[in-house]
């Protein structure tokens, strides 16, 4: 079996480490917060990162659902700020006085990051073998 390309291995490893970014996150947050969470959805991106490495067509779909995911949460964040700080909430309580200083920088770094991960992969779709069609017979 041939190596897939670079830039899929490239693509792969952004992702794997945006969603170790997004589990520290996390980890920060449950620290810092009083809470205890867990992203799923980065360990679920965790797995489609080693699939786009290997050059999946499927999982770079996937991992284009799974970018728009955060950013989409992150401008989400953002306009509830502006708009009503005190409607955010963490681990069902709201959020403490000066707590919202610490919660925004990251989430626009994860927002940033996730929008340049969006279109590294729309980008760079031609890199990426498609799976093989299965013909049915009737």
């Known amino acids: 079996m041939e190596r897939p390309p670079l830039v899929c291995r490239n693509l792969g490893f952004l992702l794997v480490a ?3 970014f997004v589990l520290v996150l996390s980890a920060a947050a449950s620290l810092l917060l009083d809470g205890v969470m867990l992203d799923v959805v980065a360990l679920a991106l965790l797995l ?15 991992a284009l659902g799974l970018m728009g995911y955060y950013v989409f949460v992150a401008l989400a964040v953002f306009v509830v700020a502006v708009a009503s700080p005190a409607a ?5 309580r709201p959020l403490r006085p000066g707590e919202l200083a610490l919660v925004l ?16 992969l729309w980008a760079n779709e031609s890199a990426f073998v498609p799976p093989p069609r299965q013909e049915l017979d009737g």
Not at 50 to 62: D, I, P
Not at 107 to 116: D, K, P, Q, T, Y
């Open 48 to 62: 489609v990162g080693a699939s786009v490495r290997a050059g999946s067509a499927t999982a770079r779909r996937w």
């Open 18 to 20: 945006f969603a170790v």
């Open 105 to 120: 920088p990251p989430v626009g770094l994860m927002g940033l990051w996730a929008l340049a991960n969006f279109l590294l």
């Open 88 to 92: 955010l909430e963490v681990v069902g």
